[in-house]
């Protein structure tokens, strides 16, 4: 199915219809504030292991972020975080970066890893704010399937390539070609992995 969704003002009847998809275990594909990506609910393991399918990974290994609403599900799935690291992940969200932390025994098991640690987005997204406010919960997210390329910001061509293998496109406007900047807290030295769309200074 494909949704065209305003990316300033989302109507809610639309919002209700991706909200219910993802809590019957459905798969979509959506605008954030870097690049479209794929998901799904954190608490729906089969939906889970599709899109470990889709992107031929194992979710133990992959990178699947968490897209939460604000900063009020940290205490949920990240272990004890002390002021400064509050103070900054505060100031840089919501934004275009992912900070990757120690994840805590609630993290669903199947995207639980060896290092014990999860990434958390917040995108500046109004159409991932309202999904999240219906639903609740965070969401799983990924980037898409292959290669980024250019075509990826348009989404019907989007569409065109992913529409059969999910439940939802939603079409949000052009998307961007950079991903988020992945920033590893999982120690005091905050440390760059990944150069994004986000400044950020170590």
């Known amino acids: 199915m494909f949704v065209k969704i305003h990316p300033d003002n989302p109507p809610q009847r639309l919002i209700k219809q991706v909200v219910d998809c993802l809590k019957s275990g459905g798969i979509i594909i959506y605008p954030t504030d870097t690049i479209y990506g794929i998901g799904c609910d954190i608490f729906h393991p089969k939906a889970i292991e599709k899109i470990r399918q889709l992107k031929g990974i194992n979710p133990a290994k992959a990178n699947l972020s968490f897209i939460c609403r604000d900063l009020s599900h940290l205490s949920d799935f990240t272990k004890s975080i002390d002021t400064p690291l509050y103070r900054m992940l505060k100031s ?25 640690t999860i990434g958390i987005r917040v995108p500046d997204n109004e159409i991932c704010r309202h999904i999240l406010d219906e639903l609740k919960n965070p969401l799983i997210s990924t980037s898409l399937p292959g290669d980024m390329v250019e075509d990826y910001t348009d989404p019907d061509v989007i569409y065109e390539k992913f529409g059969k293998m999910v439940d939802i496109v939603i079409d949000g406007g052009i998307g961007g070609l950079k991903p988020s900047t992945v920033v590893d807290c999982t120690t005091s030295d905050w440390t760059i992995i990944r150069k994004g769309a986000g400044f950020f200074e170590e």
Do not use: D, R
Not at 92 to 101: A, D, E, N, Q
């Open 92 to 116: 840089h969200l919501p934004g275009p970066y992912t900070f990757i932390l120690n994840a805590s025994k609630q993290v669903p098991k199947i995207l639980q890893n060896k290092k014990s």
